[in-house]
């Protein structure tokens, strides 16, 4: 099956979705078809030996619509220019459209309603204004010059007309088709009407000339038009707001590498780089693939992948990853992975075809508009005939029809979904959390089960020694003898303990005669005494006494340790204890959690003493240990069977069957590899506050949907039945055309503006930060009230402050900013957001507001703020 991105031109409201989806699922070889208002997209599935891109695209054509290969420059059938940026395109032809259609009904509006306007508002209105369009006498010059006035309205507009009545034509109408028969419907009775004033002129009937000219609508056909593009532009407008977090991913992207070719360097746009190519970058630039270093050092801002705000040094043989920023040395690279494969276009990828799916409680809306569309056309024909049974004017029951066309809004139906994933899986990749699909949005906020894998996803993934126990030697001496037994090894634990030495200042005491036992242990000699280092059997096996230690043994088991034991010439001189410590966040992460109603089981292979240790210390409820990789899925499926809906967080790699298994399987720690298939969600940075911040932002997209469906479907259920009259018998009250036309252009940009407040969803981090400053006000204001008569111990306040800067444009920048402001008498910390164009600055003192602006102007920078 191969995936394809399509271009749709001509769409205007849910019904078009619809009809597009229809047209395409019944081609042969497709499915998974999903079409996306928001973006005039459509994503789907096809199986290229039975149907094709062509094939797919006469189908779009034959139900009304334009469609060709996303990025493939093909031309759209309609008019047949190429199709650009959609949201881009639609905001300049509206405006376009807006302003002049307004130049136009304005004078409309005054010539049909400057009567009114004087009596309502006491506007006086000139002589020359009467004189030309009041009184029956005038009624023909009243009425033609509203005609010609609203002419070119309807011509600006004529999209409406061209699209509605030819998707009437195809049996299936839509939004443009009320919008289009309910403004025409409005500029044809006008035109009757100047013919019945005509005659009734011709024939000295000045009643019926006078009873027509106080009932033409051609203020109506304008103003519905106009209304419906202003709704549609701030539509667009804000549109373009839910993709802002897709274009901030899409300018990481470098355009251009300098690579070495034939010995000589050469600047290439991106698209021809070609994996093996070596790729040389300098200060300040971004990485334009991954790659692994080949010569040269330097430090990498990787914040825009994994988050991580301090600078990673990379050397020979290190690996780089694209769209990072490169801020000390020169590097030469080796391009591995290049183009579509690079990770920021993986990423950009993902964030696009998630917000171009659809959740399953879409098809809902698919559904409604699917029929909803005819059912108001035969609502407004049903109440104008009934109207006309009951003795009301034909003006009256016309009116009545046009206010139903045209107040119905299939808008909002289809915009309820979209925008909302579209917003909510950008805000998430603004924060590293990639949510794949909208199916996967909608599955995680029902998620009852989290089970996590234990290594490196709730640890850092790496050992280290947590404890050191001399026993007849000093602690450095022990370290020493143990750093010389692990140097040469190539085991995990011997790495943590040559580094535990190296932090203490123990220089390993060089060794001969090595011999290690696989599982077991090693042996080695110098300065004429003997060394074993292993556990407590191997130790017993060369003669030593262990019985002395076992109460220790015990406890770094019950700690969830692994004790490393050292003797010296078959005695015991120490042991140290060693462990995969939880992350800093990871006992944060497991508590918000279990706030959340949800339970949180750990999976592990280790044996069920050292999960009960870390179960303890994360306060998880439940640990299933012992379980092989292969047996993960085993779990995940009992689970299931119990009735959970169960969330899988692990790397992606070796938990890939239980992630594929799971109903949601979150990717951990997979910042240079975010395509895992298994996968429907992947988590930039290793932190398991992303995990609990994807499943809040879940529930919070999903219930931001139920909120958009449930008021576009509540706007129809009242107004229809308002504009058809319903309340006119009782209450006198009966809607006009234009105001129908208002009340459908608010309901859909009400939905859009909705779907922004998504925008304000904090995540855990954020949350934690907020949380952690005011305990840091509500701690210090008091200790600001300690009496000066008493001791102090405390350390001066310290003074935070946020700096706008103007002028920074790269990492030099950036660093020459940093080290001015590091330099400043008082200052602790000081942190520079390059795109952000601000600084964090901590100081011991309060310094005013000139002295920072002298010191960024000494810089080369502005001061704003």
């Known amino acids: 099956m191969k995936k394809e991105k399509f271009d749709i031109t001509g769409m205007s409201c849910a019904a078009c979705s619809a009809r597009v989806t229809k047209a395409v699922e019944k081609v042969a070889g497709t499915q998974d078809v999903n079409v996306n208002l928001l973006t005039n997209s459509m994503q789907l599935s096809y199986d290229e030996s039975a149907t094709s891109a062509a094939a797919i695209i006469t189908a779009v054509e034959d139900a009304g619509y334009g469609a060709a290969v996303h990025g493939g420059g093909a031309a759209a059938p309609a008019g047949g220019a190429a199709i650009a940026d959609p949201v881009k395109k639609s905001i300049a032809e509206m405006k376009h459209r807006l302003i002049w259609s307004i130049v136009f009904l304005l004078p409309t509006m005054y010539i049909a309603m400057h009567v009114m306007f004087e009596r309502l508002f006491g506007l006086p209105v000139p002589d020359g204004v009467r004189a030309l369009f009041d009184g029956p006498e005038n009624a023909i010059v009243f009425a033609f010059s509203q005609l010609l006035l609203v002419l070119p309205i309807m011509y600006l507009n004529r999209k409406y007309y061209i699209s509605g009545f030819k998707s009437l034509v195809h049996g299936a109408p839509n939004m443009?088709?009320?919008?289009?028969?309910?403004?025409?419907?409005?500029?044809?009775?006008?035109?009757?009407?100047i013919f019945r004033m005509g005659y009734g002129m011709g024939h000295g009937d000045w009643a019926l000339v006078t009873e027509y000219s106080t009932n033409l609508y051609f203020e109506s056909a304008g103003m519905i038009v106009t209304l419906i593009t202003v709704g549609k532009y701030l539509e667009a407008r804000a549109k373009g707001e839910t993709s802002r977090a897709l274009e901030k991913l899409m300018d990481l992207a470098p355009k251009e590498a300098a690579v070495v070719r034939n010995g000589v360097e050469t600047v290439i746009s991106v698209e021809q780089l070609r994996a093996g190519d070596e790729v040389v970058v300098r200060p300040g630039e971004r990485i334009p693939a991954d790659g692994t270093v080949l010569s040269g050092t330097t430090s990498i801002d990787e914040s825009a992948i994994t988050g991580e705000s301090m600078p990673v040094l990379k050397q020979a043989g290190d690996t780089v990853t694209s769209a990072t920023i490169n801020q000390q040395g020169a590097i030469h690279f080796r391009a591995d992975r290049v183009g579509e494969d690079a990770t920021i276009q993986q990423i950009i990828r993902l964030v696009d075809e998630a917000s171009a799916s659809k959740a399953p409680i879409a098809r809902m809306a698919d559904k409604i508009a699917g029929v909803f569309v005819p059912a108001v056309i035969a609502i407004a024909l049903v109440a104008g005939g009934a109207w006309l049974a009951m003795g009301a004017s034909v003006e009256f029951a016309f009116s009545v029809a046009i206010c139903i066309l045209v107040i119905s809004?299939?808008?909002?139906?289809g915009l309820a979904t979209p925008v909302a994933i579209m917003v909510g899986t950008g805000k998430g990749a603004e924060n590293g959390i990639l949510i794949k699909s909208g199916e996967a949005l909608e599955t995680a906020q029902a998620v009852d089960t989290v089970v996590m894998d234990k290594t490196g996803t709730i640890t850092e993934g790496r050992p280290r020694i947590t404890s050191v126990t001399p026993i007849g030697v000093d602690e450095k001496r022990l370290l020493a003898i143990a750093a010389g037994l692990e140097q040469q090894s190539e085991h995990p634990l011997a790495a943590a303990v040559v580094q535990k030495a190296k932090e203490q200042g123990a220089l390993p005491l060089v060794m001969t005669s090595f011999a290690a036992t696989f599982g077991k242990g090693v042996t080695a000699q110098a300065d004429g005494h003997a060394y074993a280092a292993g556990s407590a059997t191997f130790l017993e096996e060369l003669g030593a006494d262990v019985t002395g230690i076992k109460g220790r043994l015990d406890a770094l088991a019950d700690d969830g340790a692994t004790p490393l034991i050292f003797a010296e010439d078959g005695h015991i001189i120490g042991l140290l204890g060693a462990a995969d410590e939880p992350k800093a966040t990871s006992r944060a992460a497991i508590e918000k959690f279990q706030q959340l109603g949800i339970d949180v089981v750990m999976l592990t292979g280790d044996n069920a003493r050292t999960a009960e240790a870390m179960r303890q210390r994360m306060g998880l409820g439940?640990?299933?240990?012992?379980?092989?990789?292969?047996g993960k899925a085993d779990e995940i499926k009992k689970l299931q069977a119990e009735g959970h809906r169960v969330a899988m967080i692990g790397d992606g790699i070796n938990d890939a069957p239980a992630l594929a298994q799971a109903d949601l399987g979150i990717a951990i720690g997979a910042g240079t590899d975010v395509a895992i298939e298994s996968a429907d969600a992947v988590l930039m940075k290793s932190d398991l506050l992303d995990a609990v911040s994807a499943i809040r932002l879940s529930k919070a997209v999903l219930r931001n949907i139920k909120e958009n469906l449930f008021w576009a479907l509540i706007y129809n259920v009242i107004c229809i039945p308002v504009a058809a009259g319903v309340l006119y018998p009782a209450f006198g009250i009966k809607l006009s055309p234009m105001v129908g036309a208002a009340a459908m252009s608010l309901s859909s940009v009400c939905v859009v503006l909705n779907a922004l407040r998504l925008n304000f969803f904090q995540t855990d981090h954020a949350a934690a930060a907020a949380v952690s400053d005011t305990a840091e006000t509500a701690i210090a204001a008091p200790a600001a009230e300690i009496s000066n008569d008493e001791p102090q111990t405390k350390e001066a306040d310290t003074m935070e402050k946020t700096l706008k800067i103007e002028g920074m444009m790269c990492a030099h920048c950036q660093k020459h900013v940093h080290d001015a402001l590091a330099k400043m008498d008082g200052v602790t910390d000081v942190t520079v957001d390059l795109e952000g164009g601000s600084a964090d600055v901590k100081a011991t003192r309060?310094?005013?507001?000139?002295?920072?602006?002298?010191?960024?102007?000494?810089?080369?920078?502005?001061?704003?703020?």
């Open 176 to 193: 443009d088709s009320l919008v289009g028969m309910g403004s025409m419907a409005a500029a044809m009775f006008g035109a009757f009407a």
């Open 622 to 630: 439940r640990v299933i240990a012992g379980v092989l990789p292969g």
């Open 409 to 413: 809004c299939p808008c909002a139906l």
């Open 846 to 865: 309060d310094i005013p507001q000139d002295e920072f602006q002298k010191v960024i102007a000494d810089a080369g920078y502005e001061l704003v703020g």
